[in-house]
């Protein structure tokens, strides 16, 4: 069988989007006659907890720990709350950041870089090197964010002569919240030249979207493959459906992914139809900013809003499976249009309609429409997205509301898993 070395920040009792793609590769390796052996940190800082994905990790996998050091950990002490919410993804543009908002990112993005997890990478280097050589491992596999993870892979890489695959869930260098680090012009350059050298330096290169590997295509020659997220279908089970006509959007929904064009269609339609106005439901699972909280306040929406808050990953199952329709956010910027967020293929899962709102480069929309499961608008497209949940809403009154997918499975994790399996196995 041959072995794999998965060395990653994020695994169980992490919670949120991060864990969940290696956790679902982990499961599902051994199918393949692959052995993971994971390696994440012994002492973690996670923003998010979610104890029920322990639960997926086999007690035949191998999973090394080492402890970590992380600085936001002290900073924490001084400042809980803006650390709580920069740990969260929720760093606002640099015109809204406060003078503590603006320290803390300066620390981060200059003092630590690529990112605040340096400090783990010459003990795990270390730590790995004996452990390589004692087991004959000759795989590894280093996944960020955190990007200090892939550091790790390429020394190890120089010391031994591996097989290394650089795994990106997200951009780098593109990454949305980059811009607004505070970076001095030496910081930027390191950032970009440390990330030239792990795409340079890699021997394969795994990214979630071909927007990404069109971005990375421009930096590198070394091969890239798209693997997307996916969904598992042993979590789903049947549930009725909510008797209100509800929009539901799972998942942290911060500043920069604020749909004000949602927001004025909603209220439009609470305004001029009685029937919408007594039916509608907005439900928002996850962490919401209070900037978008107080948007939809101001659209009149409040009286429809249900908060339900971060829940346990099977919990937010439930939500996708109950609900009349699916909402996905993404922010208007370039950024965004290299990311494939990963609650979509669970929504492709959940069988309901999906109406999802980005930017107009974007791979969503293809997804969407070779799936036959929900329509992708831009944001300069409001009286389409109006005029589509009206329909959306008469199909609800007419109990008509349903959709007739196609070729989602080719999302699930296990045909993932298979891709990620036979790209391991044909550089054996």
């Known amino acids: 069988m041959k072995k794999v070395?998965?060395?990653?920040?994020?695994?169980?009792?992490?919670?949120?989007?991060?864990v969940q793609r290696w956790l679902k590769f982990v499961k599902y390796l051994p199918e393949h006659h692959i052995q993971p052996i994971v390696y994440c940190p012994k002492n973690p800082s996670y923003p998010t907890l979610d104890h029920t994905l322990s639960k997926e990790v086999d007690s035949k996998i191998t999973v090394l720990k080492h402890p970590i050091k992380e600085p936001l950990r002290f900073l924490k002490m001084l400042f809980k709350t803006k650390t709580n919410t920069l740990s969260k993804g929720g760093i606002p543009d640099s015109k809204k950041q406060g003078f503590f908002e603006r320290f803390l990112l300066f620390?981060?993005?200059?003092?630590?870089?690529?990112?605040?997890?340096?400090?783990?990478?010459?003990?795990s280097i270390k730590f790995l090197s004996s452990?390589?050589?004692?087991?004959?491992?000759?795989?590894?596999?280093?996944?960020?964010?955190?990007?200090?993870?892939?550091?790790?892979?390429?020394?190890?890489k120089t010391q031994h002569h591996l097989q290394w695959y650089?795994?990106?869930?997200d951009p780098w260098t593109d990454i949305s919240y980059h811009k607004n680090l505070n970076l001095t012009h030496s910081a930027k350059q390191k950032h970009l030249e440390l990330e030239r050298q792990v795409l340079n330096t890699s021997d394969h290169i795994i990214v979630t979207s071909s927007q990404t590997k069109k971005l990375f295509s421009k930096i590198t020659k070394h091969p890239i493959s798209v693997i997307t997220n996916g969904f598992d279908n042993e979590n789903r089970s049947p549930v009725p459906l909510d008797s209100e006509f509800s929009l539901t959007h799972i998942g942290s929904l911060l500043d920069q992914r604020n749909p004000m064009l949602l927001w004025e269609v909603l209220s439009e339609l609470t305004e001029e139809l009685p029937d919408f106005k007594s039916q509608f439901q907005l439900v928002l699972v996850g962490n919401v900013s209070a900037e978008i909280r107080a948007t939809i306040e101001s659209a009149?929406?409040?009286?429809?809003?249900?908060?339900?808050?971060?829940?346990?990953?099977?919990?937010?199952?439930?939500?996708?499976?109950?609900?009349?329709?699916?909402?996905?956010?993404?922010?208007?910027?370039?950024?965004?249009?290299?990311?494939?967020?990963?609650?979509?293929?669970?929504?492709?899962?959940?069988?309901?309609?999906?109406?999802?709102?980005?930017?107009?480069?974007?791979?969503?929309?293809?997804?969407?429409?070779?799936?036959?499961?929900?329509?992708?608008?831009?944001?300069?497209?409001?009286?389409?997205?109006?005029?589509?949940?009206?329909?959306?809403?008469?199909?609800?009154?007419?109990?008509?509301?349903?959709?007739?997918?196609?070729?989602?499975?080719?999302?699930?994790r296990k045909y993932c898993t298979q891709q990620l399996a036979e790209l391991l196995k044909s550089s054996s």
Do not use: C
């Open 166 to 169: 650089a795994d990106f869930r």
């Open 107 to 123: 620390v981060r993005g200059n003092f630590f870089v690529p990112d605040a997890r340096i400090f783990w990478v010459k003990p």
């Open 300 to 412: 009149g929406l409040k009286s429809y809003l249900n908060l339900v808050g971060s829940v346990a990953h099977n919990e937010a199952v439930t939500y996708q499976s109950k609900t009349q329709v699916l909402l996905l956010i993404e922010a208007n910027t370039r950024e965004a249009s290299y990311i494939i967020p990963g609650k979509l293929f669970e929504y492709l899962n959940a069988n309901r309609p999906i109406v999802a709102l980005g930017p107009k480069q974007s791979d969503i929309p293809t997804i969407l429409e070779d799936t036959n499961t929900g329509f992708y608008f831009d944001y300069e497209n409001k009286s389409a997205l109006k005029s589509h949940i009206l329909t959306l809403y008469k199909r609800y009154k007419n109990n008509t509301l349903s959709v007739d997918s196609k070729q989602t499975e080719r999302f699930s």
């Open 131 to 156: 452990y390589i050589s004692k087991h004959q491992i000759d795989t590894i596999i280093t996944t960020g964010p955190p990007h200090s993870v892939h550091l790790i892979g390429m020394q190890l």
């Open 5 to 18: 070395l998965i060395i990653t920040y994020y695994w169980p009792p992490a919670g949120g989007p991060g």
